[in-house]
């Protein structure tokens, strides 16, 4: 794998290093010298920075509220009929899927470029309104290094890209502190996402309990046992790549006696091994993304760059956001013991960091193969993060709407029984 990816990158074009929209942070650079950002200089001043914070604000809040509320309204659903209640909730899940995917595009658009390995050929195309179609199964475990705070975004937009779309049944792992953000916290424990104390002892119970919802078998109205639509993405490095999190995962490989990442952190196989084996049989395969962003130099993080107030309000959004995508039979991972899943695991993860050190020396990951459905596209793709229509958005609202003009309408005829 290593050696194919090697005779790969000396294929690419090679991006010049010393050019200035690639050396924002570089190493060396001294106290008070210039370092380009590398989309650029701000793109706003200060007045419109401001007006684009309290646009984002209004917008971002408003949605979450009425996504919320939305919520609120069809939980009694849970004692009423218990999957039309899961179906509800995965109607509002789209809608913030559909909110951050709008968010991205007016705030911080960005180029996603896309290839993949023989093994999902065929499963990534081009539309002819210019996005792209991903052809993944309903039902997958995702799994992906994890780069910036914005990694899990662009990962959702892909369940909104799919079909069938799946941006109504994305489920992600979470730090347990997330669930008590005011609102947001709400919608999220709504989702069904799975809160982490990062204690196993603590841990297992709850995963067991959510992983068993998620391979429960449903019947439907014609009396069919079927399963429930699921991804369930997972960042098996725990954390995002940083400064920090390179010293812990260099000491990590100390300790326990093993090669060392310089792209990626080196993953903890222990979550995702209790994941897959609870899952094994409901799920047939397991989709790696390797995500990488353009203009982070040798040796620096994207986070250092890409931070979210230059993404969404200064005007300087990564140019491009970079997946690699391979898929795994879950058959033929050794999930019958923890070790050789451990060995196996990090084995990706060396694979994925050599894909990463191509892109980092090329700026392109690998292309697609011949096979693909990407000839004539030089082995990629690329597309926006956007939604397919302009109006799509105000799905988001419509609980709300109806509910409030339906109370508008027994305000108005109470005041005339009154009267």
């Keep these: 794998?290593?050696?194919?990816?090697?005779?790969?990158?000396?294929?690419?074009?090679?991006?010049?290093?010393?050019?200035?929209?690639?050396?924002?942070?570089?190493?060396?650079?001294?106290?008070?010298?210039?370092?380009?950002?590398?989309?650029?200089?701000?793109?706003?001043?200060?007045?419109?920075?401001?007006?684009?914070?309290?646009?984002?604000?209004?917008?971002?809040?408003?949605?979450?509220i009425a996504i919320v509320i939305s919520q609120l309204v069809g939980a009694p659903l849970y004692?009423?009929?218990?999957?039309?209640?899961?179906?509800?909730?995965?109607?509002?899940?789209?809608?913030?899927?559909?909110?951050i995917t709008t968010m991205t595009r007016l705030w911080g658009p960005t180029t996603i470029r896309i290839s993949g390995d023989a093994s999902v050929a065929d499963q990534i195309r081009k539309t002819p309104?210019?996005?792209?179609?991903?052809?993944?199964?309903?039902?997958?475990?995702?799994?992906?290094?994890?780069?910036?705070?914005?990694?899990?975004?662009y990962l959702w937009w892909v369940g909104y890209a799919n079909s069938p779309k799946m941006h109504g049944y994305l489920y992600i792992i979470l730090k347990e502190s997330l669930k008590y953000i005011?609102?947001?916290?709400?919608?999220?424990?709504?989702?069904?996402?799975i809160f982490m104390s990062r204690k196993m002892s603590v841990d297992q119970p709850r995963l067991a309990h959510r992983l068993g919802k998620l391979k429960t078998k449903h019947t439907t109205p014609a009396g069919q046992k079927i399963l429930d639509p699921m991804w369930l993405l997972l960042f098996p490095e725990g954390t995002n790549a940083s400064g920090n999190g390179r010293v812990k995962s260099a000491?990590?490989?100390?300790?326990?006696?093993?090669?060392?990442?310089?792209h990626v952190?080196?993953?903890?196989?222990?979550?995702?091994?209790?994941?897959?084996?609870?899952?094994?049989?409901?799920?047939?395969?397991?989709?790696?993304?390797?995500?990488?962003?353009?203009?982070?130099?040798?040796?620096?993080?994207?986070?250092?760059?890409?931070?979210?107030?230059?993404t969404y309000f200064r005007g300087q959004p990564p140019k491009s956001v970079n997946f690699y995508w391979r898929r795994f039979r879950i058959a033929d991972i050794p999930l019958d013991d923890a070790e050789k899943f451990d060995v196996w695991l990090r084995e990706r993860w060396y694979e994925k960091d050599t894909?990463?050190?191509?892109?980092?020396a090329t700026g392109r990951f690998p292309p697609s193969p011949a096979e693909a459905v990407t000839s004539g596209h030089q082995g990629f793709l690329e597309t926006e993060v956007r939604t397919r229509y302009?109006?799509?958005?105000?799905?988001?609202?419509?609980?709300?709407?109806?509910v409030g003009l339906m109370w508008n309408n027994v305000s108005k005829f109470w005041a005339r029984w009154v009267s």
Excluded at 280 to 303: I, L, M, N, Q, S
């Design 1 to 64: 794998m290593a050696s194919t990816l090697r005779q790969r990158s000396l294929k690419q074009e090679p991006v010049d290093v010393s050019a200035p929209e690639v050396l924002a942070g570089a190493p060396g650079a001294g106290p008070g010298e210039h370092t380009p950002h590398p989309s650029g200089k701000e793109k706003y001043g200060r007045a419109m920075q401001v007006f684009r914070v309290v646009s984002f604000v209004v917008y971002f809040m408003g949605s979450c």
């Design 79 to 99: 004692w009423i009929h218990r999957d039309l209640y899961y179906t509800y909730m995965a109607l509002t899940k789209q809608s913030f899927g559909l909110l």
């Design 129 to 153: 309104d210019g996005m792209v179609e991903f052809a993944f199964p309903e039902r997958m475990v995702m799994i992906a290094n994890h780069q910036i705070y914005t990694d899990w975004l």
């Design 390 to 402: 302009w109006l799509e958005f105000l799905q988001i609202f419509a609980v709300v709407g109806i």
């Design 265 to 310: 952190l080196l993953p903890r196989s222990t979550g995702i091994y209790f994941c897959l084996n609870e899952l094994k049989g409901t799920v047939d395969y397991v989709y790696d993304c390797t995500v990488a962003y353009e203009g982070v130099p040798r040796g620096k993080f994207g986070e250092e760059i890409f931070t979210l107030s230059g």
């Design 251 to 262: 000491k990590w490989a100390k300790k326990i006696g093993v090669k060392d990442t310089e």
């Design 182 to 193: 005011p609102i947001i916290g709400t919608g999220m424990m709504f989702y069904g996402f």
């Design 355 to 360: 894909i990463m050190e191509q892109y980092v």
